[in-house]
């Protein structure tokens, strides 16, 4: 490893995003009922405010978004951008959450 560094370049990046996709699914679970986060301020939660496409696709891969709630993360220009099940059915969650 020592003399060849680079090969564990690969497997760090790796690593590197599966941790910070781990804190930006822990992250959303903060985030209260009827309320929502824009991504850049999920991305400067999790501890890197540049990573906005990386929480997009940390969101994407929740692969429990019934029990953590992707849907209230949206855009900074409070559009509700993309939802892994449809931005409509995105649109109806937030309805439903700010009606109650």
Do not use: W
């Not at 690593?15 to 804190?23: K, N």
């Not at 220009?77 to 309805?95: E, F, I, P, S, T």
């Amino acid at each position: 490893m020592l003399r060849a560094p680079a090969r564990l370049q690969g497997p760090a990046r790796e690593l590197g995003e599966y941790f910070f996709r781990r804190t930006v699914l822990s992250y959303l679970t903060v985030i209260g009922y009827g309320e929502t986060a824009s991504y850049a301020a999920v991305a400067a939660a999790a501890g890197n405010p540049r990573a906005l496409r990386a929480v997009g696709t940390g969101v994407q891969h929740n692969p429990l978004s019934v029990v953590v709630p992707c849907h209230r993360v949206v855009r900074s220009d409070g559009m509700v951008g993309q939802y892994a099940g449809d931005a409509d059915v995105k649109r109806a969650l937030l309805a439903l959450e700010a009606a109650a």
